[in-house]
């Protein structure tokens, strides 16, 4: 009896082991990407956030802050995101990883920025194949003004700046 006692043991025990080691295998660990403004909507497959290219697949779920579903088709150049990722981050200029969650913010501040980034991109956009990182955003109440950091992606060595008007969202500076 002892014996067939301790062998249901060992038989637990190794169906245990391979059932944690099976799920260990196919999930991997979800990382949150950095916070920005969606610059590039590529081929309705993927979306550039700062940085970095967040690829769409049927596993990725696109919500507005308030929990409500939105699909590719809602998303727009401008709208402020944050991002998780599932795997390693590929390092490339841009980077590329495969995005689990796009949280689209929907507050008013985000709404403005989105409008501001928008105008400025339209404003710099010479060329379809021309796409811009922005870095900063930053709102200068002397001037009633937003100022941003941004980075042609053909030029990542250096930034640039860009001032626009937070009325009538025109470009009051380029350097």
Known sequence: MARVILLLHVFVCILLAGCSLEF?????????????????????????????????SEDTSIKDSDGEELSFKDLEIGMKAKVWYEGDLKESIPSRADARLIMIQKDRQS????????????????????????????????????QLEMMSRSNTDASFFVTVDELSYEIIYQD
Do not use: M, P, W
Not at 37 to 55: C, H, M, P, Q
């Open 111 to 146: 709404l403005t920025e989105q409008k501001v980034v928008a105008s400025a991109i339209s404003f710099l956009q010479e060329g379809e194949s021309q796409r811009f990182f922005v870095r900063k955003v930053t709102y200068l109440a002397a001037e009633k003004a937003y």
């Open 24 to 56: 260990g295998t196919h999930n991997e660990a979800i990382s949150i990407g950095a916070a920005g403004f969606i610059t590039d909507l590529a081929d309705g497959e993927s979306v550039l956030i700062k940085n970095t290219y967040y690829t769409l």
